[in-house]
């Protein structure tokens, strides 16, 4: 599985390609994910792509809003993350 970066502003952003594998494994299409530590969203990125809906949650604020930007969804979202 090749490593690639992400810029945004997060400690510990895993890849798009490991959350993909899980969410395929786990999920049918249609299907809900929730991560709990959702942090700047990757999961979240993988779920749309793979069409399941996504439910995020994650302690910190600022990481909601990197997660929104890098989705392109508002952010008013009641401080979480969802679709
Ligand atoms: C390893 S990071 C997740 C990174 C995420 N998978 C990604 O690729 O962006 C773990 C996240 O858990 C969040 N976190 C830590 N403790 C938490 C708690 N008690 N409740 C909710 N989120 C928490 C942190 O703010 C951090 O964003």
Redo the contacts with the bound molecule.
């Keep these: 599985m090749p490593v690639r970066s992400?810029r945004?502003a997060?400690?510990?952003?895993?890849?798009?390609e490991v959350?993909s594998r899980c969410i395929a494994a786990g999920c049918r299409p249609g299907g809900l994910v929730l991560?709990?530590?959702?942090?700047?969203?990757?999961?979240a990125v993988a779920a749309r792509r793979l069409s399941r809906r996504f439910i995020g949650?994650?302690?910190?604020a600022d990481?909601h809003r990197?997660?929104l930007e890098r989705l392109g969804l508002p952010g008013d979202r009641g401080g979480g993350v969802s679709w």
């Design positions: 992400f945004g997060h400690f510990a952003v895993q890849p798009v959350a991560d709990m530590f959702s942090g700047a969203g990757t999961t949650v994650d302690l910190r990481y990197l997660a």
